[in-house]
Antibody
């Protein structure tokens, strides 16, 4: 059973950088899967942020592309999200997920709330 | 980008009712359509992938159909634990893998 766990600061100052990691257990980050980030502002719907493959390939949402970077650490079996120049609009629950062969996200982390505020 | 719409945005139903939610893509996505269920404070849960394939462990009262641009999620007999918000998502192209706006199912 694959398990994903997000971690990172719960509070980020405006104009700062949001940095989260997603630790993968019960499976390998080097498996034939893409690994993704999805966010959900309070009371709103789901927004796909992007995805990364263990070989380093990335796909980012065009609406966030200029501010997003994702990376993989194979030695620690985790992947990461950096989002720069944050504003209050980036306040959301951030989820990491595993994508299977038809692009479906079959395993999800529990989510972590990140608030952008001074 | 491919845009996804869902209808209705919310519905009220009773236990035992048959419930149908519709999802439409702005262009053909073949069968690359997924359905998720989300309860308050919880992560989304995959119900259906590739339009009609039931994810392991999901009750058989959930079913999906459609191809191209029009898709349907059906709950054959609504159970108390099914009151939640349902999202469709296209996985035909990336980026982005767009989600629909959601359909909230609550108790009548």
């Amino acid at each position: 059973q694959v398990h994903l766990q997000e971690s990172g600061p719960g509070l980020v100052k405006p104009s700062g950088t949001l940095s989260l990691t997603c630790a993968v257990s019960g499976g390998s980050i080097s498996s034939n899967n893409w690994w993704s980030w999805v966010r959900q502002p309070p009371g709103k719907g789901l927004e796909w942020i992007g995805e990364i493959y263990h070989g380093g390939g990335t796909r980012y949402n065009p609406s966030l592309k200029s501010r997003v970077t994702m990376s993989v650490d194979k030695s620690k079996n985790l992947f990461s999200l950096n989002l720069t120049s944050v504003t209050a609009a980036d306040t959301a629950v951030y989820y990491c997920a595993r994508q299977d062969n038809r692009g479906q996200s079959d395993y999800w982390g529990q989510g972590t709330l990140v608030t952008v505020s001074s | 980008d491919i845009q996804m719409t869902q209808s209705p945005s919310s519905l009220s139903a009773s236990v035992g009712d048959r419930v149908t939610i519709t999802c439409r893509a702005s262009q053909s996505i073949s069968v690359y359509l997924n359905w998720y269920q989300q309860k308050p404070g919880k992560a989304p849960r995959l119900l259906i992938y590739a339009a009609s394939s039931l994810q392991s462990g999901v009750p058989s009262r959930f079913s999906g159909s459609g191809s191209g641009t029009d898709f349907t999620l059906t709950i054959s007999s609504l159970q108390p634990e099914d009151f939640a918000t349902y999202y469709c998502q296209q996985s035909y192209t990336a980026p982005p893998r767009t989600f629909g706006p959601g359909t909230k199912v609550d108790i009548k």
